[in-house]
């Protein structure tokens, strides 16, 4: 098998979803895998690697700016064996198509600098879901993205809380209400542009 570097994009990198998905990720892999931690930055070098497997959240419809970072290094790297390109994108929506346009800005730019394009696993209730008995269809989408890198295949794989939206709503709204509260902040607290005292 090819060697593997994970990019975690999130930019609460230590304390992300992306960091748990990543290690949830690693033994569907079944191998070791280089790792790059985009907030921190630092020099990129995907040399001897085939795969490369972006993990990030979806910030405003869109890619996290310290992903924005790493793709820009990624732009002007001279190496001419490209790894293939992969995507691990999760949202807080339960929708996983919300992510689409994300993963469409990565296939661009591997278009663009010459990447081979693969795999994407767009994950829709994504700071959620591990918390929860549906945590195993996360695992599934993990395993079936790995096997999709082994075999060179490109396809887009969707994971999501088998809720209806109005179920949705109801669940995170108490989960942010109750979270608020371990923290001494209410719900009408919640819903003001105050941060932290500012
Ligand atoms: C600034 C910001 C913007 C976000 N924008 C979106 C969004 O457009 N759509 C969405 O579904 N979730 C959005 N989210 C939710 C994150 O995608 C979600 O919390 C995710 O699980 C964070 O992953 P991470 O812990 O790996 O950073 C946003 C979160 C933040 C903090």
Redesign the pocket.
């Known amino acids: 098998m090819g060697k593997l570097l994970i990019v ?6 230590p ?7 990543i290690e949830q990720f690693l033994p569907c892999w079944g191998e070791t895998a280089d790792q790059y931690t985009a907030l921190r930055g630092g020099p990129l070098s995907p040399e001897d690697c085939t795969d490369l497997l972006l ?8 890619i ?1 700016a310290v992903l924005m970072r790493t793709l820009k290094e990624l732009a002007v790297w001279r190496g001419t064996a490209r790894p293939r390109i992969h995507v691990l994108v ?4 339960l ?1 996983p198509e ?2 689409r346009p994300a993963v469409e800005m990565v296939r661009f730019f591997c278009k663009r600098y010459g990447f081979p394009w693969g795999m994407a696993l767009q994950i ?1 209730s ?2 959620a879901i591990l918390n929860t008995p549906f945590s195993f269809l996360v695992r599934r989408g993990l395993r079936r993205l790995a096997a999709g890198m082994r075999a060179g295949r490109s396809e887009v794989l969707s994971v999501r809380m088998p809720l209806n939206r109005r179920m949705f709503v109801w669940a995170s709204g108490r989960y942010w209400t109750d979270y608020g509260a371990k923290n001494n902040i209410t719900a009408g607290e919640m819903r003001t542009m105050e941060i932290e005292g500012g």
């Open positions: 975690n994009g999130s930019p609460r990198a304390r992300s979803n992306s960091r748990r998905y993990v990030f959240p979806l910030y405003a419809d869109g996290p999760n949202c807080g929506f929708e919300q992510t829709g994504g700071e």
